[in-house]
C-alpha cells in the first residue's frame, strides 16, 4: 500500500483547496492512501521558540506523516500571485532539524484551485524554487489547476464537478503510478 501526505495550504472551513485535497483522497486508487494532515496548529515560525522549546507538537507530527509517506501532495491556493504564507511556513516549520532530510528525494505534486480565471498557475510554480532548495522529487508529469472554482464546488467546500472530478482522479492515479 502506499501513501502520500496530502497538504491543504488553506485554513478556511469551506476551502476549496481543502476539497480538492478530501476530493483527491476519495480518488485514490485502491492501492494508495492519501493521509490528510493539518496545518492548523502549527504556529509561526520563530526560532527563539523553537530554541527554548524544540519543534512544536504540530510540526513533529507532520514530520512524522512526511517521513513515513512514498509521496507528498501540497494542494495550495494562491494569494496574490503566489504561495500563501501559512502554507510556506509549514513547510520551513516541517523543514527544520531531521525534517529536511524527509524532504530528500520525496516525489512532490503540486494542485490547487482558485475562484480566478488563472487557477493557481502562479503559486504552483511560486513553489518550484522552494521544492528545488529542499532537494524533492518533482513529479511534473501531470498538472492540475482548477479555475472557477466557484462553479464547480458546493457552499460547503465538496467538488461537485464530475469532469473535475475526473481529472483530479487521473492525476492522483499518474501520481500514485510513479511512486
Known sequence: MKTILGLSGSLRKASFNTGLLRAAS???????????????????????L???????????ALQTQLGSAD???LVTPEYNNGIPGVFKNVIDWMSRGDGLKMF??????????????FGT??????????LR????????EGRLMVSRAGD????????TDDKTRAMLGDFVRDFSDRL
Not at 498557475?121 to 513553489?127: D, E, S, V
Not at 464547480?152 to 467538488?159: A, E
Open 26 to 48: 476519495e480518488l485514490a486508487p485502491d492501492d494508495t492512501t492519501i493521509q490528510i494532515g493539518s496545518i492548523v496548529d502549527v504556529p509561526l515560525y520563530n526560532a527563539d
Open 104 to 117: 530528500e528525494g520525496k516525489p512532490v505534486a503540486v494542485i490547487g484551485a482558485s475562484p480566478g480565471g
Open 50 to 60: 523553537e530554541s527554548s522549546e524544540g519543534l512544536p507538537p504540530a510540526v513533529q
Open 152 to 159: 464547480v464546488y458546493d457552499k460547503t467546500g465538496n467538488l
Open 121 to 130: 498557475i502562479m503559486a504552483q510554480n511560486h513553489w518550484l524554487p522552494v
Open 133 to 140: 532548495t529542499l532537494k524533492c522529487d518533482l513529479w511534473t
Open 71 to 73: 509521496g507528498l501532495l
